[in-house]
């Protein structure tokens, strides 16, 4: 199973940015699939999950701002963030797995919000 993230960048405070995450070689309509994150000297995070049956679940600081949605005839998940902090800046990683998250990481994809 590969996963491709892709879609960070450079926004300003109160800005969007959408990330996306391709799936290959597996029954992506199966897998469970998530978004974390990693600051600088901070642990990584979950930020979002949503199960293969489409149930999401989001972290208290972004409950609210993100959403992550699923499409599996494109294998692809999603990460739609609004109304970005300065905290938000992280590395963002997708995840996946068949029974829960942490079986299948993509690359990171930087994530950057300032003025």
């Known amino acids: 199973v590969q996963l491709q993230a892709s879609g960070g960048g450079l926004v300003q405070p109160g800005g969007s940015l959408r990330l996306s995450c391709a799936a290959s070689g597996s029954i992506f309509s199966g897998m469970h699939m998530g978004w974390y994150r990693q600051a600088p000297g901070k642990q990584r995070e979950l930020v979002a999950g949503?199960?293969?049956?489409?149930?999401?679940n989001y972290a208290d600081s972004v409950e609210g701002r993100f959403t992550i949605s699923r499409d599996n005839a494109k294998n692809t998940v999603y990460l739609q963030m609004d109304s970005l902090k300065p905290e938000d800046t992280a590395v963002y990683y997708c995840s996946g797995g068949y029974g829960g998250l942490g079986g299948y990481w993509g690359q990171g994809t930087q994530v950057t919000v300032s003025s």
């Open positions: 949503i199960t293969s049956g489409g149930i999401t």
